[in-house]
């Protein structure tokens, strides 16, 4: 039997013995510019549909675009990052197409000249080998308004009874950043691409030119997938999965067409060039429109913007400028802290160096700070379902119980209650342990008192201990121990407690 | 007095208002006075902000009572071409698509017009988007040349030089794309000014092609207009074209032109911009202008530019590409016209193409298909792109004949003003009336149009053009032709005008 050229899918182990796998990834990520592109519009999440708009972005008549020069240092930034050349003159170009989130119908865009060309970024995979993807150029443009279809099933304009546009995101600064063909990723695609849409957002907040929030869409990835026998065939047909926003989707989806794209080929079909949308809840990729070649967006030069000219100084200024990237500081964090290649990996995947990092600087060692968090708070975070970064407690409030600890003030035990309390809201580590009367308990004459009693109490165990045998000596520090609620240190206990059956 | 205020030319007009023989109000009211009286035949104004106009004219009053220094020009009412966006005031680009509509934002010149104290006196007729060369295109009615009712004032703006002819207004603001400000000057007998391109601010025009629009003034004499063009140009942050320097001292240029001495000045007749296909009286008075500017001491030379036999042809590209992507925004999707298909399913594709088909004319309608026909794939090369070359040529030619000469001359306008209809049918013979004007627009460089006698009764336009950025020469050039040929005259041309006769105008 065979199956239905598009209906089932193939394992997609099976699908990766067959196919050679090629993708393609544009990112759009909007720029945390002050204001919009082109405009003096706010650009601020969350307001009221058209209140940050101006003649611009609405693309009311007579009204004319001017570069926002600090979209252009962002975009370059992004470039030089992105290892790629920074051309000495490039313009815009406006791309026709009518549609009503678009205020004048055409996007303000680079066509054929991008601010950055020729670059690439090297991604680490999650057993730490690195896979370098090349970038073919990072060019600037303006995002669209958003349309929100009343009246119809789930907000598709389908059965819709009209529509709002919301011009508010109209004109907000993006960088769209396309690879190159990335081949090679052979069953890894998939991965390849999650952690190749993390790498850069990564970089974006690194480079302070996004905040890069996939949730707000502040990040959105155009996913190109294609087949072909294998890696010495010409590339396939390939699909473009638009607007995909979380690094999980974009491995899935990946993942998906693969499968998909292999049974159209298994069954001896032809993969379609099209547009397909990418659904969250099925997992699955359906076609959009189909896109021919006939599409024409009749791009031509924006003749109201004169070129983009960035200096060579000011591009070296820029450079110089540069932060650490993610993963050479990661590398630089490692070493430094002599953590294990797993270890550090850990605390990557779980978000916690920035943690860590502010934990021994407030004084802690790495060893005790990673103990914390990949520890105690990873534990509680798992438990509450919450972003370790997002816990009630800071790096400096964890690197004071450390020291409250390595003071001998606290125990370990006596820590997790500390903890309790700050994150319950009651202050720092030590307010908490006056407020809460947590000090270990280090008067020697207080001990004594308690170690004298636990003594008489058990003359039995004295007898032995003076014999010689030291075993038994646990259940007097134990009974030490609860006398004092646990405030005691065990250590000094036992000292003291040998001390006393000596004498 | 009121009655001869609207013969006063604007330089005029504002020394009366600053010293104080008449007042801005009364100034204001002689020019709604005569809209009224004149402009139910002449069609010049689409919309009469007479209560605002007055409102500003009594503040200027008041300033100047109260001892405040004010502008060379406060006080003195304009008329501002309707394809400049005013705050509050009606703005339709002689397009039923926009009818109805009030900007909320006014263009970069009408602010420094308002702030500088000019009454805006209302919104001038205009081919539909400023499309076209005898504002028979406007879906407004036609616009009457003041010399002839039967004739076509010149277009685009026709409306803003009829105005400015018949009285109406002092000074008016005009759009210049392909000649639309020179050549309405030359057929209306005013002074008609296109500047650098970038040096008056683009943003609030409503553009038909970026690349070639320029707003400048339409006057009766070139001093006015280098008033007014010092107060609308210089430096736009909101225009990214904008040039980023002082504009040169037009005032002074031409009052020096106005002196009469040319020695020294290089005059070019551009070989490709006269002889064949002028009208005999055209092609008299332009080697009547020649002999007068030899008179004053400048030199005479021939220049050739070759390549401006093609900027007919690389224009009728570039403008229409342009446009044709200018114009989408206007899609009844947020201002203007919104028009549903008569039968089924109402999608925004439907609604935009309804709204688009009823409220574009025919004229914008045929410039929007060549255009997006001369961008689309597999053409753009062909057409676009060649156009594109032209155009650089054409730069080139400037840039030869310029260093044979300090500005370059021919007639404005191959004609006269025609017949109502006479090419209407025939949109060739309409666009060959820009072939003089529009290599100005292709190179960016400024043009002027100055009156320079009359043909069969008709006047008949000198134009003159500069360097980019030296519109200060073509000043004094215009002054100095103005004052010779008015000493022949033994007055302004206007006071030619038939239905002005009776009227002396006072110089």
């Not at chain 2, 008329?79 to 400049?84: C, G, P, S, T, Y």
């Not at chain 2, 409306?159 to 002092?170: D, F, I, R, T, Y």
Request: charged share 25%.
């Amino acid at each position: 039997m065979t199956a239905a050229p598009t209906a089932d899918l193939v394992a997609y182990d099976d699908a990766v013995r067959r196919y050679d796998p090629v993708l393609g990834i544009e990112v759009h990520v909007e720029l945390g510019t002050r204001t919009k592109m082109f405009c003096a519009a706010e650009v601020e999440f969350g307001g009221e549909p058209n209140t940050q708009t101006t003649p611009v972005s609405l693309g009311l008549p007579g009204a004319l675009p001017v570069v926002n020069g600090t979209a252009v240092e962002y975009a370059i930034r992004i470039g030089l990052a992105l290892n790629c050349h920074i051309a000495e003159s490039c313009r815009f170009a406006r791309k026709n197409y009518f549609y009503p989130d678009v205020p004048k119908n055409f996007q303000t865009s680079q066509y054929d000249e991008p601010i950055a060309y020729d670059g690439w970024i090297d991604i680490e995979l999650e057993d730490g080998e690195i896979f370098r993807v090349e970038i073919e150029r990072a060019h600037m443009e303006e995002d669209a308004g958003k349309n929100t279809h009343v009246g119809g099933t789930a907000g598709r304009i389908h059965g819709a009874e009209y529509s709002l546009v919301d011009y508010n995101r109209a004109g907000i600064p993006l960088v769209e950043i396309v690879t190159k063909p990335i081949e090679g990723a052979g069953d890894r695609a998939p991965e390849v691409a999650r952690a190749y849409v993390q790498t850069l957002r990564d970089i974006f907040r690194a480079l302070g030119v996004s905040e890069a929030r996939m949730e707000r869409g502040n990040v959105r990835a155009d996913v190109n997938v294609s087949l072909r026998p294998d890696p010495t065939a010409p590339l396939g047909t390939r699909t473009e999965t638009k607007n995909v926003n979380s690094f999980r989707s974009v491995e899935r989806t990946v993942r998906h067409e693969i499968s998909r794209q292999a049974a159209v080929l298994d069954a001896g079909g032809t993969v379609v060039q099209e547009t397909r949308h990418w659904h969250e809840d099925t997992g699955i990729t359906t076609p959009g429109r189909v896109k021919s070649d006939a599409e024409d967006y009749r791009y031509f030069p924006e003749p109201d913007l004169v070129p983009v000219t960035p200096s060579r100084e000011w591009i070296e200024e820029i450079r110089a400028g540069l932060p650490e990237m993610p993963a050479a500081r990661r590398r630089r964090l490692q070493n430094e802290w002599g953590y294990a290649d797993a270890e550090m990996r850990d605390v990557v995947n779980a978000g916690a160096v920035e943690l860590i990092e502010a934990t021994v600087a407030g004084g802690t060692t790495p060893a005790g700070a990673r103990k914390w968090w990949m520890g105690e708070l990873a534990r509680r975070a798992k438990q509450d379902d919450v972003a370790l970064a997002t816990m009630a407690v800071t790096p400096a409030q964890i690197a004071e119980l450390e020291q409250l600890i390595a003071a001998g003030t606290i125990n370990d035990k006596l820590a997790r209650q500390v903890l309790d309390g700050v994150l319950a809201g009651e202050g720092d580590p030590a307010a908490v342990v006056r407020s809460r009367g947590l000090e270990v308990v280090s008067d020697d004459g207080a001990l004594l008192a308690a170690i004298d009693e636990a003594l008489a109490a058990q003359p039995d165990i004295v007898e032995k201990v003076r014999g010689g045998n030291q075993g038994p000596v646990g259940a007097i520090i134990g009974a030490v121990m609860k006398a004092t609620k646990g405030q005691a240190d065990a250590k000094r206990v036992r000292e003291l407690v040998l001390e006393r059956i000596a004498q | 007095m009121t009655s001869d205020i609207t013969r006063l030319s604007a330089s005029e007009l504002a020394a009366a208002i600053a010293d104080g023989t008449v007042s801005s109000v009364e100034a204001t009211r002689a020019h709604l006075d005569r809209i009224a009286e004149v402009d139910g035949d002449l069609n010049a104004f689409l919309h009469v902000s007479a209560d605002e106009a007055l409102t500003t004219a009594a503040g200027v009053d008041s300033r100047r009572a109260s001892g405040e220094e004010l502008g060379p020009l406060a006080g003195v009412p304009i008329a501002v071409k309707d394809v400049v966006v005013t705050q509050g005031l009606p703005t339709t680009a002689g397009s039923k698509i926009l009818e109805g509509w009030v900007p909320p934002y006014d263009a970069t010149l009408v602010e420094r017009i308002k702030a500088a104290g000019l009454p805006i006196l209302g919104k001038t007729n205009m081919d539909e988007f400023a499309m076209g060369s005898s504002t028979e295109h406007s879906a407004y009615g036609n616009t009457k040349n003041p010399w002839d009712l039967e004739r076509i004032p010149g277009g685009s703006g026709g409306g803003s030089a009829a105005a400015v002819a018949g009285l109406e207004a002092p000074l008016a603001i005009g759009t210049d794309t392909g000649g639309s400000i020179r050549q309405p000057g030359a057929v209306t007998g005013t002074v008609g000014v296109k500047p650098t391109y970038g040096g008056v601010s683009r943003y609030g025009l409503i553009a038909m092609a970026s690349s070639l629009d320029q707003a400048g003034p339409v006057t009766r004499t070139v001093l006015d207009a280098a008033l007014l063009h010092e107060l609308i140009g210089g430096h736009d942050p909101r225009d990214s074209t904008s040039i980023a320097e002082p504009i040169p001292a037009l005032v002074a240029a031409a009052r020096q032109g106005a002196t009469g001495d040319l020695r020294g000045l290089r005059v070019g007749v551009v070989k490709e911009l006269s002889g064949e296909g002028y009208q005999e009286g055209v092609s008299a008075r332009f080697t009547e202008s020649l002999d007068a500017l030899r008179a004053l001491g400048a030199e005479i030379v021939e220049v050739s530019c070759p390549h401006f036999v093609y900027a007919l042809d690389a224009y009728y590209l570039i403008m229409p590409a342009e446009a044709s992507s200018n114009l989408a925004k206007f899609d009844g999707m947020r201002f203007g016209l919104r028009v549903e298909p008569a039968e089924g399913p109402v999608t925004a594709e439907r609604v935009m193409a309804a709204t688009r088909g009823a409220g574009f004319g025919d004229e914008v309608k045929r410039r929007v298909i060549l255009g997006t026909y001369a961008l689309s794939a597999g053409y753009y090369d062909a057409y676009y792109g060649s156009a594109q070359k032209v155009r650089t040529l054409i730069q080139r030619d400037f840039a030869a004949a310029f260093a044979q000469a300090d500005v370059l001359v021919s007639p404005t306008a191959p004609t006269t003003a025609f017949k109502f209809g006479e090419k209407l049918d025939d949109p060739l013979a309409m666009y060959l009336n820009d072939v003089a004007t529009i290599p100005a627009n292709l190179a960016g460089v400024p043009g002027m149009s100055v009156p320079n006698g009359l043909s069969d009764g008709l006047p008949v336009g000198f134009q003159i053009l500069a360097p980019a950025k030296a519109d200060d020469r073509m000043y004094r050039v215009g002054a100095a032709l103005e004052a010779a040929l008015e000493k022949t005259w033994g007055g302004p041309l206007l006071a030619q005008a038939p239905e002005l006769k009776t009227t002396e105008l006072t110089r």
